[in-house]
């Protein structure tokens, strides 16, 4: 066979940034280097090297060459890189890439509410879609939805809110980490110098409240922060003070299915110690975001943190548990990472020590996800340095940015460059969220040292998610040729009914799980290496679904790739 027969050449399908990293991987069995060729669309060669040999990569099984063409600076659209005759698929190289990104990963949330009509003019005739789940006939909630049968004798009001997924549950702990860092999108923009004011200005996304002079990522998360408040126990009642987990059917439902559709009764399950959490974090951030622009907001939103504080305190190991089925189980046997969350949160916003004894310093090495959140605290206490002492501050700070080293030295270290390296040799459900989330650590390390190569290796990150991966796919519907486009989704649901849409641009697949978690994995996906377990089939839930706590870092880099600081 000829060499121009084995190779393959995996690049950023969508763009890099053109004062960016530029990297590239070229899938071959040759142990010497090859030539490289960069061509614009007209077919002219304008940089040229040769690759670096990598060796086997782990995760994927390929043996793979590294390209670095980061010299290449000049703005132009479908580009590709060609090796031995083979070329990849065009990419453009660009002022600022993901501009449109970012408002497209915010968008994501909007398509996403309950509670309310989603609007032609905001999303386009084909994502319009009348309100969901306010107790209109054939839905049964979720404007007077009761306790699980036998577990309390009360009803609440919690509309609202974003649906979880691809399902119509609403969960409080992955609720309470995509409203945090949707939060976290507007704090660092106002805060850090350089950090993107304009980009998240009113007026910067298509929603209702545009033109309210409010930001509307500031609106956008408020619409999740209100339906969390609303999941809080009732003073009067036993667990007062504690947040519901979660409210879902009583049975899971079929694709496809619009929300306003769904006929099933839906349950508000039982109160844990992670939710009420969850909701002391995010409210303790609202209380101190809505400070200026809504006093009367953010008390209400001081008020209920405080008391999700002491109903946790004093409840502190009310584990979830799942009565009956039609919902994720979002299970946590430790909450002492939740503790030091919420404490960070409450410590920055009132300033009182009480809460730093629950502090606890986080190991940032490996990301953090929903059930791991122990980062999100010193991510919080690193920016906000004037409430420590100044040796505090420095520990917390060092913490942050050992996190980031050693995630860059993980990304680096493979073949495809992904900060992403799990140590049980997995890869987990929703794996392509961590490449977002960890790269937002290494952002954040570049806020607080100003080193480039943190802006760099975060830029980077982004390549592995538009195609710069084991199967040349990116993993953002509507962002290079080869992207996911049929997640699982009741409403994005083209591929199981054509009279639905497929997901609009900006959604993130959950990406591969070798684990293999749903039958049509497991019929299509056999003896996958770990970074290949993937399949954008509308069935494949463990690998394809999509989900608010897995948009909320994409858009998180998104603003941050499109910020000045990172431009
Ligand atoms: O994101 C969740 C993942 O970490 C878990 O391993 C998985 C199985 O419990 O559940 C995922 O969350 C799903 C939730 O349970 C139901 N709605 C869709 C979520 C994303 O697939």
Same mark, same amino acid.
């Given at each position: 066979p000829s060499a121009a027969a084995d190779v393959a050449v995996r690049v950023n399908q969508h763009a890099y940034q053109w004062n960016g990293p530029k990297h590239a991987t070229v899938v071959t069995d040759s142990t010497t280097p090859l030539s490289w060729q960069l061509t614009t669309s007209a077919g002219k060669v304008v940089a040229h090297g040769?690759?670096?040999?990598?060796? /086997?990569?782990?995760?994927?099984?390929?043996?793979? #060459? /590294?390209?670095?063409?980061?010299?290449?600076?000049?703005?132009?659209?479908?580009? =590709?890189?060609?090796?031995?005759?083979? %070329?990849?698929?065009?990419?453009? $190289?660009?002022?600022?890439?993901?501009?449109? /990104?970012?408002?497209? %990963?915010?968008?994501?949330?909007y398509h996403n509410r309950s509670g309310i009509e989603i609007d032609a003019a905001y999303v386009g005739a084909q994502y319009a879609r009348p309100a969901g789940h306010l107790g209109v006939a054939p839905n049964q909630g979720d404007t007077n939805v009761p306790c699980y049968p036998g577990s309390c004798d009360y009803s609440l009001d919690v509309r609202g809110g974003w649906y979880d997924a691809g399902d119509h549950g609403k969960y409080v702990v992955n609720g309470g980490i995509s409203a945090w860092q949707v939060l976290d999108a507007y704090e660092r923009a106002v805060t850090v110098s350089g950090g993107g004011r304009a980009e998240i200005a009113d007026g910067t996304l298509r929603i209702p409240e545009a033109g309210n002079g409010i930001s509307d990522v500031l609106d956008e998360a408020r619409w999740e922060v209100e339906f969390l408040l609303r999941m809080q126990v009732p003073a009067g009642q036993a667990l007062a003070g504690m947040a519901h987990h979660k409210m879902h059917d009583d049975a899971w439902t079929g694709i496809p299915m619009r929300p306003d559709l769904d006929p099933r009764p839906r349950y508000l399950q039982l109160p844990s110690t992670a939710a009420t959490l969850n909701l002391a974090a995010v409210a303790a951030r609202c209380a101190r975001l809505w400070k200026k622009l809504d006093g009367t907001f953010a008390a209400k939103c001081r008020t209920a943190a405080e008391r999700a504080w002491a109903a946790a305190v004093a409840h502190p190991a009310m584990y979830a548990q799942d009565l009956g089925t039609g919902g994720g189980g979002y299970g946590d046997g430790d909450v002492t990472d939740e503790f030091s969350w919420a404490a960070a949160e409450l410590f920055t916003t009132t300033g009182r020590a009480s809460y730093k004894a629950y502090l606890e310093p986080a190991d940032l090495s490996e990301g953090f996800y929903w059930g791991s959140v122990a980062a999100l605290g010193d991510l919080t206490l690193a920016r906000f340095h004037n409430q420590l002492s100044r040796s505090e501050w420095r520990a917390v700070r060092d913490r942050v940015v050992a996190g980031?080293?050693?995630?860059?030295?993980?990304?680096? *270290?493979?073949?495809?460059?992904?900060?992403? /390296?799990? =140590?049980?040799? #997995?890869? &987990?459900?929703?794996?392509? *969220?961590?490449?977002?989330? *960890? &790269?937002?650590? $290494?952002? *954040? %390390?570049f806020d607080l040292t100003g080193k480039q190569k943190y802006r760099d290796a975060a830029l980077e990150s982004m390549d592995y998610l538009f195609g710069r991966n084991a199967l040349n796919q990116s993993y953002v519907s509507g962002y290079g040729e080869q992207a996911s486009h049929n997640m699982h989704h009741r409403f994005w649901a083209n591929q199981a009914n054509a009279a639905y849409p497929n997901p609009p641009a900006g959604a993130l697949a959950g990406g591969p799980n070798s684990r293999l978690e749903d039958p049509k994995a497991q019929e299509l996906l056999q003896g996958c290496k770990p970074a290949k377990c993937y399949v954008d089939h509308i069935d494949s839930y463990s690998t394809n679904e999509v989900t608010i706590n897995w948009n909320a870092p994409l858009a998180w880099m998104a603003l941050f790739a499109d910020s000045p600081s990172a431009r």
């Open positions: 040769k690759t670096k040999v990598y060796g /086997l990569d782990e995760f994927s099984g390929d043996h793979v #060459h /590294l390209v670095d063409f980061s010299r290449a600076t000049r703005v132009g659209e479908r580009y =590709r890189l060609v090796v031995g005759g083979v %070329a990849s698929f065009p990419f453009d $190289i660009a002022k600022r890439p993901y501009e449109q /990104l970012r408002e497209d %990963a915010f968008a994501y949330f980031a080293d050693a995630l860059v030295a993980d990304m680096k *270290s493979q073949g495809y460059a992904n900060p992403y /390296l799990p =140590r049980d040799g #997995h890869y &987990a459900w929703g794996s392509a *969220s961590a490449t977002p989330n *960890s &790269a937002f650590i $290494i952002a *954040s %390390a």
